[in-house]
């Protein structure tokens, strides 16, 4: 059974950076599509970044260039740095993985979902 532990998130000032960790059990971080996704006040849970097994990442178009998501082997954890915030980086962000190696662009794909972690941008 696949578990997702998030941490990292908090306040900071917009052009300010946050990390996110998604602490990974159950499985190898490296063994299947992983994701971060985040959902605002009165929208869709919506994609942020995600990596599959392979190591091929997507970005979506609003964070590009400033967000990188990344894993650590060893550690079998998930990152998400997150550099140059602005207020509509404002969400709970969600850490999830896909029973698949290959990746999806659609929440509905992703079996195994963290709690979320609070980032707000002021």
């Known amino acids: 059974h696949v578990q997702l532990v998030e941490s990292g998130g908090g306040s900071v000032q917009a052009g300010g950076s946050l990390r996110l960790s998604c602490a990974v059990s159950?499985?190898?971080?490296?063994?299947?599509?992983m994701a971060w996704f985040r959902q605002a006040p009165g929208k869709e849970r919506e994609g942020v970044a995600r990596m599959s097994r392979d190591g091929m990442v997507i970005y979506a178009n609003s964070v590009k260039g400033r967000f990188t998501i990344s894993r650590d082997n060893a550690r079998n954890t998930l990152y998400l740095q997150m550099n140059s915030l602005n207020p509509e980086d404002t969400a709970i962000y969600y850490c999830?993985?896909?029973?698949?190696?290959?990746?999806?662009?659609?929440?509905?794909?992703?079996?195994?979902w963290g709690q979320g972690t609070q980032v707000t941008v002021s």
């Open positions: 159950g499985s190898n971080v490296d063994g299947r599509c």
């Open positions: 999830a993985a896909r029973d698949n190696p290959y990746c999806s662009q659609l929440a509905r794909d992703f079996g195994f």
